[in-house]
């Protein structure tokens, strides 16, 4: 039977240790840290990924500011509610929660928001940091899952990685960021031939395609760690992209869903707004 991966109670830590460092912040430089979350339309999904966003700030001191807008708003309007928080010297960071209407070009928003307020790492600036080796602003999913792995001591370096899942908020960071742990990566997605038997090959499997209960044991090597970052709703059940009950019989380490890679998420979004605030409140920049 496999250990579990508790990324709830590793992020309870690190959300502890965000909020002890606020009061410091706070007390330092007489500047609250802030966060302004865009959220586009009424999507239930976002919303309540939005929801929690708020609660864990709360908890951890930080302001946040929600900035509802209707599924129809244009690009132009869109950019310029992006402009005003570039702006605003009292918002450290800003996030765009994904994905927002068809008529909106995403990459085009992404692009817009200063890359020094860019918690989600996702502007070009931070991706080409982050591919080139010299991270500053990194994906909050796959930064969590690196936590994950060096809380419970996975060696990462030399091991075979293998990332179900070529996004660019999830599958794409995940490799850089692996690769820079000196992971031996592969990136495998839909189009993979024969994705079981690369899979198979994995010390560390990453899975991310949003599939749900894609992977079985059949994929998994006998003692490989096994990360679910999937999050869907069957019958009213959170399941995970990892058919757990038989992948646990052969993982070495797998992450439950709920409780593993999720809260783990919010956790790192909490760290990156501060690093946003210490670059811009503590550098003067
Ligand atoms: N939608 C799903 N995951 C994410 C994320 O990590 N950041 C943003 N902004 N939107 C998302």
Avoid: W
Avoid at 105 to 121: F, L, P, Q, W
Avoid at 234 to 259: M, R, Y
Wanted: aromatic content about 2%.
């Amino acid at each position: 039977m496999a250990q579990l991966l508790d990324g709830k109670s590793l992020s309870l830590e690190i959300r502890e240790d965000v909020k002890n460092r606020v009061e410091k912040l706070i007390h330092k430089n007489g500047i609250t840290p802030h966060l302004a979350v865009i959220l586009v339309g009424d999507n239930p999904a976002s919303q309540s990924y939005v929801k929690g966003k708020e609660t864990a700030c709360r908890k951890a001191g930080i302001i946040s500011t929600v900035v509802k807008v209707d599924a129809l708003i244009s690009e132009v309007e869109l950019l310029k509610i992006v402009d005003d928080l570039n702006n605003d010297t009292s918002v450290h960071g800003i996030l765009l929660q994904l994905p927002i209407p068809k008529h909106l070009n995403a990459e085009n928003v992404i692009e817009h928001i200063r890359s020094d307020k860019d918690v989600d790492g996702f502007t070009p600036k931070n991706v080409a940091l982050l591919t080139n080796g010299f991270p500053h602003l990194v994906p909050c999913t796959p930064l969590g899952i690196i936590r994950i792995l060096k809380k419970y001591h996975i060696p990462i370096e030399g091991q075979h990685c293998v990332v179900i899942g070529r996004s660019q908020i999830v599958g794409k960071p995940m490799a850089s960021l692996l690769l820079r742990e000196n992971g031996t990566v592969t990136i495998c997605h839909s189009r993979t031939k024969d994705l079981q038997a690369m899979a198979k090959t994995a010390d560390i499997l990453v899975v991310a395609m949003g599939k749900p209960k894609m992977v079985n044991s059949s994929y998994i090597k006998t003692g490989a760690t096994v990360i679910d970052v999937g999050i869907s709703r069957v019958d009213d059940v959170i399941v995970g992209d990892v058919e757990f009950e038989s992948a646990e019989k052969v993982a070495g380490f797998i992450t439950p869903v709920p409780g593993g890679v999720g809260p783990m998420t919010i956790a790192c979004l909490l760290e990156n707004t501060l690093t946003c605030y210490e670059s811009l409140v503590e550098n003067k920049r």
